[in-house]
């Protein structure tokens, strides 16, 4: 963006502008532009949500409002901003007013980092993904914040409920990251989506695969497990079914929104579809290559960059819409897993919760992390780190060593883990019928 | 799993518990809402398959009502008399849970007495709930669920109906729940013809006829008054026959008069001043014997019985005047048979009248026949 503001203001015009005023308008555009589409997606998210998981209920959804209540979303809106702002009288005004803000303003934050397109990133961080996880848990403050300040029994129990849930569930989501930025050897998240061009294979690994932009990490058993760990982490993160538990309506109202009311309730709702955005494009980032695909790569080449100012600029146009294309379908595609889940999973008890975050998925990513040590053991390291022996092999040889060995460890590890866990959840099953039959006298 | 018991068959769920389960019943799961997500963008009109949807997209597609669905309660009224079945018995209005029914029972204007009909009905839509009390009690089956449920409005005052709004006919109530109406049919409307006969003049006749019929009645009687003796074969006045046919008095008028017609016939051979003579006590009485005469006079006897009872003049003025005009052209005959159609063809509209002058014909027309019978 600040190449294209520097041709115009200083080439075209010539005004001769400093960079730092360059930089400064490239990046006000850019959050103009972000500021546009966070709220846009937000809206899109709520119909898709309510039409899909109508069909899955067969239902039909909203679609009286425009074409198939593509309007919906904008007439909640509207409705949304006409509703009084109600404080309770004893609430902590202050807190309970800022607390809204301090939940939305970290997903417009994580917006800085995400890349849409071959070179359509806001920043190119190099500790991109670190940056990402991090700002997402300053939404956990804001929740805290909200149900402290409403002094609402139940504001207050939805806001610890939610801030536990975050904390532990962090901790299997980075985790699972941890593997991925071992193979990747980067915490860019531009890095992380130029590692998974070619096809099944990376072409990082096995040079000698050809580029078509799916040498996805969901291909490996290292990626595979970490993808399922981080997206059942994604959930909870993003208080989806069946890990709503903050904000579970039959038990709790509304959690921490409970006392809120208006457009603060609607910057709540903003602040999490948002974020159910962001991990359903981080988790397409990661693990199934963000903008990579078929023909990306080739266009992009063609395009004007840094490396190659003689491309056509047609080639740019064409590569970020494929490339946004691609992107947004998966986005979309894991939006709609999520919707599925929704629909068939029930909620969660609290320390059904806790005992699979804690027993169950940090176990596994603690194994995946190990696996994917022995993937990049196996399939970069060489005498110079002590492994001469895989020195002789081909990089296809290697890679397949590396497949073969990961896989073993993770499946072996699933299926030990899985069963212990089973075993655990049927002990305290059979004590549950115990206290019941002692509580009821009944058989 | 089904296993047997001593009590019969029990489901059993194998929960698989104690084995292993790596994720395999959230797949299931998952495969489940998958096939239903899928099947969904058919419609499913079958309700015995669960996949598909079953949404009725309301205002566009509307479900058939059930006979017996209720909503608001309506009265009906009888569409050939277009006589109100309700008599104001009041047994709705005290049985009404949220006493949203107020009746004012009809008296007659004239003795001051009860009339069994009912000059307001009141019910408050808005503070109704539905329940279908007031249709189970009401003896007469005049108030019935309605199956309209589109009522909202954004002005609470127009849900207080009022008995002019609240009048439904009875076609329209077989026309949405046939089989109930022929439950009930027979006996309301045996019930309503008991009413009818102790109902003055326009009272119990639903609101938005009852200034029709006043109107038909007037015109009728001028048209009897203009052309008096053509009347009973005037082809114009004919098509009005529907009409004005039912209205009770005229009924009572046309049994009379039938039953006069039966006793004449069988006196067919006596001369036309016998029943004059016979009855000279009444003034009336003797007109109408005259008016018989003067039919007989005339040789229209072949006239079709039903047109004359839709001439009935409304005016006793009019009534009279046809009958000595009648009467004078009786004098003049000789013998002929008396048809019955012109003694219906004079009843005077005011039902006592009427009802006097039909009794007071059939009595001649009956002594006549005896006089005939006897010579
Ligand atoms: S339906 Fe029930 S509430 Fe309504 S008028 Fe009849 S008795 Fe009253
Ligand atoms: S509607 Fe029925 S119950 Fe009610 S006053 Fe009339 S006749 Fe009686």
């Known amino acids: 963006m600040q190449d294209v503001v520097n041709q115009v203001i200083n080439t075209s015009f010539g005004w001769g502008w400093p960079s730092w005023a360059i930089a400064l308008i490239g990046y006000l555009i850019v959050a ?52 009084e702002d109600i404080v309770p009288t004893a609430a902590d005004q202050w807190v309970h007013f800022i607390a809204p803000c301090v939940v939305v303003a970290p997903t417009m934050f994580m917006f800085a980092v995400l890349p849409w397109g071959p070179g359509m990133v806001p920043v190119d961080m190099n500790l991109g993904l670190l940056f990402f996880f991090a700002i997402s848990s300053v939404s956990a403050v804001g929740l805290m914040m909200a149900g402290w300040a409403s002094s609402n029994k139940f504001a207050l129990v939805g806001a610890m409920r939610a801030v ?18 071992l193979v990747t050897g980067s915490l860019s998240i531009v890095e992380l989506i130029n590692y998974q061009g070619g096809l099944f294979i990376s072409t990082r690994d096995v040079a ?37 538990i903050p904000e579970a309506d039959s038990e709790i109202v509304a959690g921490y929104m409970t006392e809120y009311s208006g457009m603060k309730f609607g910057l709540f709702y903003l602040a999490q579809y948002v974020l159910n955005f962001l991990l359903c494009a981080i988790t397409s980032i990661i693990f199934f ?155 | 799993m089904t296993t047997e018991t001593q009590h019969g068959s029990v489901i059993v769920m194998d929960r698989r518990r104690g084995k292993l389960r790596a994720g395999q019943g959230l797949l299931q799961g998952l495969r489940v809402v998958w096939d239903h997500w899928a099947g969904s963008f058919r419609k499913n009109d079958n309700f015995s398959k669960i996949h598909g949807t079953f949404t009725v997209e309301y205002p566009e597609e509307r479900l058939p009502m059930p006979q017996a669905y209720r909503n608001m309660p309506v009265l009906l009224f009888d569409d050939e008399s277009g006589h109100e079945l309700c008599t104001g018995c009041y047994q709705c209005q005290r049985i009404c849970p949220p006493q949203v029914i107020h009746i004012t029972q009809a008296k007659d204007p004239v003795t001051g007495k009860m009339v069994p009909a009912a000059t307001e009905f009141i019910i408050e839509y808005d503070a109704c709930m539905s329940c279908g ?10 108030i019935k669920m309605d199956h309209v449920y589109e009522l909202s409005t954004a002005n609470r005052a ?89 209205t009770p008095e005229e009924k009572a008028a046309k049994l009379a008069a039938m039953k006069a017609a039966n006793a004449n016939k069988g006196a067919a051979p006596a001369p036309a001043e ?55 052209a009786a004098k003049q005959a000789e013998a002929a048979p008396v048809s019955v159609e012109t003694a219906v063809a004079t009843a005077p509209l005011d039902a006592k009248a009427a009802r006097l002058a039909a009794i007071k014909a059939a009595n001649a027309a009956k002594l006549a026949a005896e006089q005939g019978n006897n010579e």
């Open chain 2, 158 to 246: 127009s849900l207080t109906m009022r008995k002019a709004q609240l009048n439904r006919s009875i076609s329209y109530y077989t026309g949405i729940a046939p089989g109930l109406w022929a439950e009930v049919q027979a006996g309301a409307m045996k019930k309503l013809q008991g009413s009818i006969k102790r109902r003055p003049d326009v009272i119990g006749l639903a609101a938005s006829l009852t200034e029709k019929i006043k109107a038909r009645r007037l015109e009728l009687a001028a048209a009897a008054a203009a052309a008096p003796a053509a009347a009973a074969v005037s082809a114009p006045a004919a098509p009005a026959a529907p009409a004005a046919k039912l």
């Open chain 1, 289 to 443: 290559g963000g903008w990579q695909g078929p023909g990306v790569g080739w266009l992009y080449a063609q395009a004007i960059t840094p490396v190659n100012p003689q491309g056509g600029w047609v080639f740019n146009v064409l590569a970020g819409v494929l490339g946004v294309f691609y992107f947004l379908t998966k986005t979309y595609g894991f939006f709609f897993v999520m919707v599925w889940i929704r629909g068939a999973y029930a909620r969660l008890r609290i320390d059904q919760l806790m005992d699979f975050g804690w027993k169950f998925l940090i176990p596994l990513t603690l194994v995946n992390i190990f696996s994917a040590a022995i993937w990049v053991g196996l399939t970069k390291w060489g005498a110079a780190d002590g492994l001469a022996f895989v020195e002789g092999w081909s990089p296809l040889v290697r890679w397949a060593a590396a497949f073969g060995v990961t896989l073993a460890l993770n499946l072996g590890a699933y299926l030990f883990l899985a069963r212990i866990f089973a075993q655990s959840q049927d002990e305290r099953a059979r004590q549950d019928d115990d206290v019941l039959e002692q509580l009821t006298n009944v058989a």
């Open chain 1, 208 to 244: 000698s695969v050809p580029d078509w932009g799916l040498g996805w990490f969901i291909f490996s058993p290292v990626g595979f497990l970490a993808f399922i760990a981080f997206f059942i982490a994604a959930l909870a993160e993003g208080e989806r079914t069946p890990f709503d």
């Open chain 1, 32 to 83: 103009a532009l972000l500021f546009g589409i966070a709220p846009f997606q937000m809206l899109f998210l709520t119909l898709y949500e309510r039409r899909a998981i109508a069909r899955m209920q067969d239902r039909i959804g909203p679609n009286r409002v425009g074409p198939e209540g593509m309007f919906q979303p904008l007439a909640d809106g509207v409705k949304i901003f006409t509703k």
């Open chain 2, 133 to 142: 009390f007031c249709a189970e009690v009401c003896p007469f089956d005049s």
């Open chain 1, 164 to 181: 536990a849930q975050m904390v532990s569930y962090e901790i299997p989501a980075v985790l699972s990251l941890l593997a991925i930025v």
């Open chain 2, 274 to 328: 016998a029943p004059v003579a016979l009855s000279p006590a009444d003034a009336k009485a003797a007109k109408l014997a005259a008016i018989k005469a003067a039919n007989a006079n005339k040789g229209a006897a072949p006239a079709p019985a039903e047109a004359p009872v839709a001439l009935s003049p409304a005016d006793a003025k009019a009534a009279k005047l046809a009958a000595i005009k009648a009467a004078n």
